[in-house]
């Protein structure tokens, strides 16, 4: 069966500190990739999409940057974390792009 | 472009039905689906239904679609304290994207 593990599971780091959060999917191949963010208390913000090796689509502007180095591997990385970038991050995957969605348990980031 | 609207808040007695409501704008769409949130970890997804359905059922859980309204209900019969969590509304088209519109989540609060 498939599944998907994000790591680590909370994450504290100083402003202007870089990032980088691992998302792996095992049981499939070839999966398109997601990675979302939630502020508290609100739903979800599509970052960056994959649907293959090195293939990266960026849904918004921002101090993020995404890599697919490896099918079932996504990272998500910054050079430089901001204070707004605190928040809740979500990786999943899908077979299809209609196809239901497959989340990990999330990544809580706080910037101090 | 598309939009998912849900309300914010919905509180019930432990053994009541709750009744989670959502509106989508895409005509296109091809599933709609319902994810699970507790504290502090990923989307489960709980149940879907294909746009060319009413009704789906399963177990406790009843999923109306009224697709001339635009309209998807959620509804969990016998309510329990464990059901408490934020339900998520979403939909996706197969139009060749590969997005999936989630929308804001509806919070459940099972009253003891």
């Known amino acids: 069966s498939q599944t998907i593990h994000q790591w680590p599971a909370t994450l504290v780091q100083p402003v202007g500190s870089p990032l980088s959060l691992e998302c792996t999917v095992e049981g499939t191949s070839n999966p398109n990739l997601y990675w979302y963010r939630q502020a508290a208390g609100r739903g979800l913000q599509l970052l960056f999409y994959s649907v293959g090796i090195g293939q990266i689509s960026s849904e918004v502007p921002q101090n993020l940057s995404a890599s697919r180095p490896q099918d079932r591997q996504f990272i998500l990385s910054s050079k430089k974390l901001l204070l707004s970038d605190s928040g809740f991050y979500l990786c999943?995957?899908?077979?299809?792009?209609?196809?239901?969605?497959?989340f990990g348990d999330g990544t809580r980031l706080s910037i101090l | 472009g598309e939009d998912v609207e849900q309300s914010l808040f919905l509180s019930v007695r432990e053994g009541d039905s709750s009744v989670i409501n959502c509106t989508y704008t895409d005509s296109s769409s091809t599933y709609l689906y319902w994810y699970k949130q507790e504290p502090g970890a990923g989307l489960q997804l709980l149940t879907y239904i294909f746009s060319n359905m009413d009704m789906k059922q399963d177990q406790r859980l009843t999923v109306l679609l009224n697709k001339k309204d635009k309209h998807l209900s959620l509804r969990i019969a016998d309510t329990q304290t464990g059901d408490s969590a934020i339900y998520f509304c979403?939909?996706?088209?197969?139009?060749?994207?590969?997005?999936?519109?989630f929308g804001a989540g509806t919070r459940l609060f099972v009253k003891a």
């Open positions: 979403a939909e996706s088209a197969n139009t060749g994207g590969f997005k999936t519109i």
């Open positions: 999943a995957w899908n077979q299809q792009g209609d196809q239901p969605q497959h």
